[in-house]
């Protein structure tokens, strides 16, 4: 197997460059947004309480999203790997995580981390929020929170897989292809390295 976290702020180009990723290396894509907004859109009883979180630019309580990605882990049993998109966002979803991986005999091999300014961030994501009817991406307030959220709680969650020297830091900046092409290169290399 083979485990990947793609790490970054708010609007680094996480779910952009995973599609790709996913494409290229046939992993299983946990993007715990995207899951969350699937629930939003069924009107779910989770749904309905995370919205309540991201509409404020806030990260959904830990609780949730551990729930759903070990639900997402147990029905994906004969996968060649996973990509963890957008999760783990906080210290204890990083040891829940490790944790559950451990039950299945596996591990996070590496965590490829996006840097991107901030001004590069909040352009994305006010043009995202033109056309993407996400109503966390809207208002300009709610973005400059959920980058404020990442940097009081997220980013040191590399820290936590850095004792392990398992985080490889990515120039955010550039063509979607540059990144795509320099965290291919970040994974063949490990790949190669871990025998997997
Ligand atoms: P997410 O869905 O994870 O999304 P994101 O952080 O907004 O964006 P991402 O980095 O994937 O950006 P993208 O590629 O789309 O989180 C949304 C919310 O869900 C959180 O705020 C939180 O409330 C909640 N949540 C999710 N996971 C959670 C967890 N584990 N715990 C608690 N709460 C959780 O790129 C953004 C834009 O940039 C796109 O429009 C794209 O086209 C553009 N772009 C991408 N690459 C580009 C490039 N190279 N150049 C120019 N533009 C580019």
Redo the contacts with the bound molecule.
Sequence with gaps: MFNLILF???????????EKLIAKYHLKHL????L??SEIAAKTALGLE?KQ??DK??????H??IGMINDALDKNTDVAGFLF??????AV?AEELDKLLNEKNTCIDIMLA?EVSED?LIK??I??GET?GRS??TNEQIIIA?IA?YHKKTASVADHYQKEKKVMMIK?????EE?FNALCEKIDFIRKQNNC
């Excluded at 993007?31 to 995207?34: A, E, H, L, M, V």
């Excluded at 955010?172 to 979607?176: I, K, T």
């Design positions: 970054g702020p708010p609007g680094s180009g996480k779910g952009t460059q995973s993007s715990t947004g995207d969350l907004r995370a979180f991201m630019g806030s990260l959904v309580p830990d949730v999203v998109d957008g999760f783990p966002r906080t979803q996006l590069e994305r994501l043009k995202r993407s966390d991406d959920r959220e955010g900046e550039g063509s979607v990144i």
